[in-house]
């Protein structure tokens, strides 16, 4: 079982409780990254987008 050595979280208990145990995790917890590379493959954070304001409320 791959744990995180810092935490001492696993695998088991992120896809149990939906919490990452601290920010290590997805540095130490191989499956974790395998699954957060397919859940954003090709996905970039662009920011936030420019909303003009028209002079209406």
Known sequence: MNKCPY???SYN???Q???VGC???YE???ELQ????????G?????KQVV????NL
């Not at 996905?43 to 920011?47: D, F, L, N, P, R």
């Open 43 to 47: 996905k970039s954070h662009k920011g």
């Open 34 to 41: 395998i699954a957060v590379e397919k859940m954003y493959a």
């Open 7 to 9: 935490c001492n979280t």
């Open 17 to 19: 409780t939906g919490f």
């Open 23 to 25: 920010s290590r995790c």
């Open 52 to 55: 003009k304001y028209d002079g």
């Open 13 to 15: 208990e992120i896809l």
């Open 28 to 30: 130490e917890i191989e």
